[in-house]
């Protein structure tokens, strides 16, 4: 299994930024997908999810209304629109493989919400 997310940045508050996962190594259309974030100092914590079809996305309440989740299942892959970003989802983001906070994880890419 093999989960590799991409976009993550530097982004000014009220500004937008995509996140990419390229999966492979299992059969991703089966599964449910996550996005689960760590900010500095705390705990993991599930952000959004995404039913193996697509057809339904989760999000925390924290983020609803801001994130949008989506999957491309031709490419393997799973996308999280982050809108209207504020400081607090400063954060490392990782992809997940299942629900809640994944039964694996990729290695994450770092959001940073700042002037």
């Known amino acids: 299994v093999r989960l590799l997310e991409s976009g993550g940045g530097l982004v000014q508050p009220g500004g937008s930024l995509r996140l990419s996962c390229a999966a492979s190594g299992f059969t991703f259309s089966t599964y449910y997908m996550s996005w689960v974030r760590q900010a500095p100092g705390k705990g993991l914590e599930w952000v959004s999810g995404?039913?193996?079809?697509?057809?339904?996305?989760e999000y925390a309440d924290s983020v609803k209304g801001r994130f949008t989740i989506s999957r491309d299942n031709a490419k393997n892959a799973v996308y999280l629109q982050m809108n209207n970003v504020k400081s607090e989802d400063t954060a490392v983001y990782y992809c997940?493989?299942?629900?809640?906070?994944?039964?694996?994880r990729g290695q994450g890419t770092q959001v940073t919400v700042s002037s």
């Open positions: 995404i039913w193996s079809d697509g057809s339904s996305g």
């Open positions: 997940a493989m299942g629900y809640g906070l994944g039964i694996r």
